[in-house]
């Protein structure tokens, strides 16, 4: 089956800092998956903040960018300078093209201090 | 463009009790998705739908979970005699066909099994 790993449930950074939050992912499918980097922001509900489809490239968004590895199957999550807006948990799933299905990992709460 | 609705958006019961969530999509999107988030970890697919039928419910418990969309449109969740291990949110999210793993999410019901 698949899997995704998010090593750390928290993380607080102070704001203009950079930012790096890790996931590695495990499929058994002779395919390479689709991956994803989904925000939930305070109130509100969870939506999408990056995608990548294809294996080497890298995917952008709102400052943030993650480069798909297929060989050492991570898909982390980085932005030069975070702002106390960016607090919010985020969270890395991967699927498939012929799939709307997701798997996530647990999330990452991340608190940006002023 | 109005987003997913979902409710209610909280509901407390006793052990052996019965809910119903509802989901209306986003107008348009033909597949529709009930994931199940407890606290403090990722959603987990139970079912998800295309128009009307049933594309995956392998994750659905089915002895006291049920889930319906009769006209393609809007989606009812069932948890007959709910247990405490059943306390989360759940989540309803649609997508047009696949969407490339794009799901628009609502903000969840929350659910808490005393």
């Known amino acids: 089956g698949d899997s995704v790993t998010q090593t750390e449930g928290q993380v607080t950074v102070s704001e203009s800092k950079s930012l790096i939050i890790n996931c590695t992912y495990s499929?058994?499918?002779?395919?390479?998956?689709?991956l994803f980097w989904y925000v939930r922001y305070p109130g509100e509900g969870l939506q999408l903040l990056l995608k990548?489809?294809?294996?080497?490239q890298k995917g952008s968004s709102r400052g943030f960018e993650a480069t798909y590895n297929k060989e050492t199957t991570s898909f982390h999550l980085q932005k030069a300078s975070v702002q106390e807006s960016d607090s919010a948990v985020y969270y890395c799933?991967?699927?498939?093209?012929?799939?709307?299905?997701?798997?996530f990992g647990d999330g990452t709460v991340l608190t940006v201090k002023p | 463009e109005a987003g997913v609705t979902q409710s209610p958006r909280y509901a407390v019961l006793q052990e052996g009790q019965a809910v119903s969530f509802w989901c209306d999509p986003i107008?348009?999107?033909?597949?529709l998705y009930w994931y199940q988030q407890p606290r403090d970890q990722g959603p987990q697919l139970l079912v998800y739908?295309?128009?009307?039928?049933?594309?995956?419910n392998s994750q659905l418990p089915s002895d006291r979970f049920s889930a319906v969309r009769p006209k393609g449109t809007n989606s009812t969740l069932k948890i007959q005699s709910a247990k405490q291990g059943d306390t989360a949110t759940y989540l309803c999210?649609?997508?047009?066909?696949?969407?490339?793993?794009?799901?628009?999410f609502g903000e969840g019901s929350k659910l808490t099994v005393l």
């Open positions: 107008s348009g999107h033909d597949t």
């Open positions: 799933a991967l699927g498939y093209t012929n799939t709307g299905k997701l798997t």
């Open positions: 990548v489809i294809t294996a080497g």
């Open positions: 499929t058994t499918s002779i395919a390479y998956p689709n």
């Open positions: 739908f295309r128009d009307e039928a049933v594309i995956d």
């Open positions: 999210a649609s997508s047009s066909g696949t969407g490339y793993g794009q799901l628009y």
